[in-house]
């Protein structure tokens, strides 16, 4: 048995195949998410290689680099600049995404920046506009696009599998809610949770949201309410194509991470259920039960961080479309910014309402 | 975008904590097995390293060890007796497992040997005799034992969530039958399917089978009948401690692979059933439906090999014992003798009557 | 084998034990759900006696007396005043609920009235006032909480078994979508389909209903938007207790009739599923897969018209309160105003806003 | 509110279609399944009268006699003459079938039967040949036939759904043992319990069982050994045309009545599950849950006892074949022998081993 020396070059086995091909990442951020995407890079992906880890933490970029046979970096521009570096992985705190963002695509560097782009519109359209200037690609994180059941919904949509569509249900709760000092800034339940079902639902119905209503409630600490927040929500939609929906937020169920959705439409209907960690089914003289779902994203939405990164890889490798752009980032957070609307102003809020005009260079971009 | 070069030392990331040990690995076979276990052993297991992989086929070895960085081997002897290899991992045809375990055994390297160790009874114990003697470890590869599923049912019964078990049902059945030519050489539906379900029901039970009766049909392929053979059998299992119960096997489940198991006790009962690539359920004017189950048995066990060769690393670096032993191995090929001869005198067997004395060597021997 | 005659006594067997009594019930109105409650009336409560039937149309008082072996009554007084009625079921128009319970409550006759009472505030006070005056009992037919799938949802939350309520979400969609000369006169999708959902969500919560706000879509038929309708709706709701919730309604969901709902409280959640005709599931190479859900509403409600007349006949007999007044009849009719008057201004509309002061004579009356 | 006198007359009510006919039914035996069918007939067959009840307690015939509106008898002769009986119903203690079916027959009036016809092969013939002889309708009370879960299997395999049938598995378990004085009468548990799985197989699979191999065990009383019976079975069948399958029967399920089967075909599968009191879910954070299923075979198979008594009245009524046989209530007796001989011996026995051959007159014989 031996104790392992710490090889620092590659550390990805691959077929040597000549005409397979790599994407050289670098990852800014060394932070939960982004040790996820060394180790999904490192371990998981043939198109993908890391070359190093930044982190304006020492200790973090070390340690995370360390671990997977990469180059720490102290300082992010350092890693941008690096030529044997193709695309960045931007995995840093919400507020530094854009200013990293500007910095790789001055560097002509694609892009795959975790989601949300930024929460304030005039600075994410600024970054845009440096990104379509660039003409680098740009892939935001939204991860649940990739999981296989609201993959699943989305294709039996697009082959007419359920008709048009014409109702759609989201719900999204978490098994327990963060702290109180993390919710004080986490920009409230709508920036920070219901922005991904915010996007699922663009996602899933395939047109845009026009005006949302909020009913909220704080049922699990009255403090939260000082800071215009709530802890469960319902957020109406209605689609510019007519469909209309609803997405439940809480940030407790006590029962586990719960994510379903469902959508009627003409046709019929689709609806999908939680994951489990097993199937057993257990019968006593009290009741027929089984395990609680799987309670933590990280078990629940594992795959889903792999399947997206891949396909950033692909898109940037073989030059296709990224299957999530600038513009699939940014509208998510006009949505939201609606819904906090609503909430404060007790009525229904038209997305024109908060929504900013977009910048010229950017009319009639699709975002590829 | 870089090609990449091949990296030939040791391609896994470590965090380089001084206390951290790896085993070192040496597969023996390049078919499909041990290129899963080749693939695990790389790139998932923290406490494992691939030190080469030998093939009698050139061509297989050389890709493998390409593939995973590591070094080829002709001859297993090489392998084994390489001084950077703790431990052999056998993934062979299975009328070599033997002799390749004497070698090892006799080298004192620690052994994981795929099932069955083989499947004539005095030459798997000429075989744990030389395990015995030099002192290794010996763990046989029945996967499912690390399964999520069956694990939650062994648990439940541990645990007395069902009180004592009193009638088990395990249905196993292919998605597809293999060629004609594999059949021929199989060993016949008990050894090459049933094996699996024999284990497990010594696994979950956690008594030994004493008598079996099997009940054999021909419903794909007439020429299954020249082998002795069948295609759909219902093994029935009775155990020393009380327990009754049924073995369903199937070559041949056209919706995919279906892997159930159900026990009653006199406290309640536990059922456990397939996994499903989606949870996905779509209701139209005909039906309410869903995706069939996973079709592979790579894809609904993919887990199990990983967590397997884990507890195996496991209990060679911490010396604990190993989760299945070699006379857990040798336990269902005595089960499947029987099962065979039952079939082929249309009555009871026990297993008494098939099985042999175990050397002197191996009496009072727990396997461990 | 005999040609039967037809008694034209009573025709329901009974234990002759002489403390049991029976209700004498006349029936007003005999389309078909005045034949539902005379066949339970007549061959499945104990604690029941059909008495007569009456409808303005000569051809159907006497079909549905004969079939039951009881007295046809061509004009309702005439039923309300023979001195052998206890009670009357009303099965009418809606439109003569109103006088109809008048005039029972003036002979003094205690009354069961199928939903709704009125669709007119002041018209159907007029009529509690009159119920209130007589001192007569009045149960409004709200079937669906005698349902044993929301009485098990309203169970679990009185028993605390989920908790504090936070979310509630009702799905109701019917299979097809009635004629539209029907829809022209319904008074809407609320005052029409979702009146029941908008008592169950009283019943389950516990609270009232304070706000709404509607999401209405035309998806079937444009011919339907003349008539200021929809056939496709989300209404929201917010309960004083705190509680927030939505109802989805369809005229048309195409695999059946779509009746479940979900109550997410503090302490975990409860959902309820269709009603099957059968538990078969068949697994095919295509899918896995089981038959539609019910289609009608008489096939998934059938047990809970017997019950709710059950627990009428028990209310009167035993002098026991009924499980759902009057002025649980009147107040989902305030939130179906409610909901159209939001859905035609577009924004929430507190239900202040459209319900009618109490009469001075019904303040503080619960109803019973 | 009336004290009801007791109607003596026909109790119920008919729509007075000079062509509507109805079957006069006399029911001999007025325990449990006796007030079963009085209750049937009189309250929910449309095309049923229930003319008497007849039975050794003068208390049992007057009291059920009475709750129905009919005439007690206590003599089943007297019952039988009475012109006005078209049909007898046998419900009287298993023993006694014989006797009654051949004096039933004799008098010419058709026959329905509780199962078991009889556990002597030698009488039930005798009993066979009067009614061959008297030309009269017999049709045995296996009501499962007429359950809507087992309906749609065998629907299924008729329909092709799933292609050739090749394996069967039927569970079925009882809530809890019966009091040892019963099961010591009971004539064990494949006579009293697993002869309705018997026909059952039977009337699935659509072919003939022809051996039977035993697994017995004694889990709750030890006692009931002594009776060379059991509480806990697996019978594995093989029939002729080549299906094997298997029946797992249990004294005592704590988590109900549990009455599940499963077939496995070369185009599919079909299987189906237990039914429940509600539908309802419940998640709070130790586990998913829902109540237990039902759990006393009268909940389980309510309907079923409809059925089969309007399918009998039907057959004579219009002269169709009976859907269950004398031939076919003779058949899961056979099995009932073999599956005890097994038992007792230890091996697969042949049903040619303990049939009988049939009496001449049968023999040709459809059962109709």
Redo the contacts between chains.
Sequence with gaps: ???????K????????D???????IGIIGAGRIGQVHADNI???LRNA?LVGVSSGSRKLAE?CS????CEPYYDYHTLIENP?V?AVCICSASNQHTDQIIAAARAGKHIFCEKPIDTNLEVIDKALVEVRKAGVKLQVGFNRRFD??Y???RD?IIAG????P??L?IIS?DPAPPPLEYVKNSGGIWMDCAIHDMDMSRFLIGSEVEEV?V???V?LDPAIKQYGDVD???V?L?FSN?????I?N?R?????Y?QRCEV?G??????????Y?????????????????LNFFMDRYTDSFIVELNEFCDS??NDKPVPCTGLDGRAPVVIALAAKKSYQE???VRLTEVDLPLPESLVGWDGQ
């Design positions: 048995m031996s104790v392992q020396e710490v090889p070059e590659s550390l990805k086995a691959v077929i040597p000549e005409t397979e091909r790599r994407l050289n490192t371990f998981r290689n340690r360390l671990a997977h046979g044997a193709d296989q059941n993959r699943r919904v039996a599998e359920i008709g048009s014409q109702i249900h709760r209503y009913l909220g409630a049922n469960t929500s319902i109406t209605r007519g469909v209309i929906g609803s439940d809480s407790q169920a006590v029962y586990g719960d009627l003409s046709g019929g209907s689709i609806h999908i259920n939680n994951n960690q097993n199937s057993a089914v257990i019968s006593n003289s009290s009741a027929v039960k089984r395990d609680l779902p940037v490798l007790s009525r229904p």
